[in-house]
Structures are given as structure tokens and as C-alpha cells.
């Protein structure tokens, strides 16, 4: 069983940062990717940010700018670093790690309870 362990939210005024942490516990084989979702009340979770075991980064729409996220793989640990928070960052934030058990397999989805970040103006 991998579980996943976020921390770093808050409250934090308009303008203001703040640092997201992932780390991923259990037995697990590799770990192909770390991914940061978000979810605002009323709407869909998006993506906000995910780092492939490449290094490769993807951002979602508007938030490269702002945000950054990086990896430690020695501590199978993601951050996502938030700058000029915006109210409408406002949500709870997700952290999702894809993981494979077996080399050569499939690997499963692993997400953890979220975090909330609240962006007063």
C-alpha cells in the first residue's frame, strides 16, 4: 500500500507564498511521475503541476508564472512552490503519485487527502 502525506498549506494573504509538500510512503517499485491537483468549491479538480522521473515538468493552464514544483527522489518527496497567490488559487490541494510494483508493469494511482490553501485578498 503506497501512501502520501501533504503539508504546507494555510492561509496566506494576496501576493504571499507558499511551499506544498508530498512525501510517498510504502513498498513500492518506482515511482513515474508526482503530480499536484487542485480543487476549488463548485468546480472540477484541475491539474496544477506534474514532474515526471525525467525531471519533465508540466504546468496547468497560467500557472508556470507562478508556481514551480520539483522533486526529491532520494526522499520520494514533491514540492510545488506558490508565488503571488492569487484568491483564486483558493482549494484544496491534491497531491497524486503513479507507482509500479513490478518492473515492466502497469503502474497504479496513488492520491493523497489534500491540503487545503486559502488566499485571502
Known amino acids: 500500500q503506497v501512501r502520501l502525506v501533504e503539508s504546507g498549506g494555510g492561509l496566506v494573504q494576496a501576493g504571499g507564498s507558499l511551499r506544498l509538500s508530498c512525501t510517498a510512503s510504502?513498498?513500492?517499485?518506482?515511482?513515474?511521475?508526482m503530480s499536484w491537483y487542485r480543487q476549488a468549491p463548485g468546480k472540477q479538480r484541475e491539474l496544477a503541476a506534474v514532474?515526471?522521473?525525467?525531471?519533465?515538468?508540466r504546468y496547468g493552464a497560467s500557472l508556470k508564472d507562478r508556481f514551480t514544483i520539483s522533486r526529491d527522489s532520494d526522499k520520494n518527496t514533491v514540492y510545488l512552490q506558490m508565488n503571488s497567490l492569487k484568491s483564486e488559487d483558493t482549494a484544496v490541494y491534491y497531491c497524486n503519485a503513479e507507482v509500479t510494483f513490478v518492473a515492466g508493469t502497469n503502474y497504479f494511482s496513488y492520491w493523497g487527502p489534500g491540503t487545503q490553501v486559502t488566499v485571502s485578498s
Open positions: 510504502g513498498s513500492m517499485y518506482s515511482i513515474n511521475s
Open positions: 514532474i515526471l522521473s525525467s525531471g519533465s515538468t
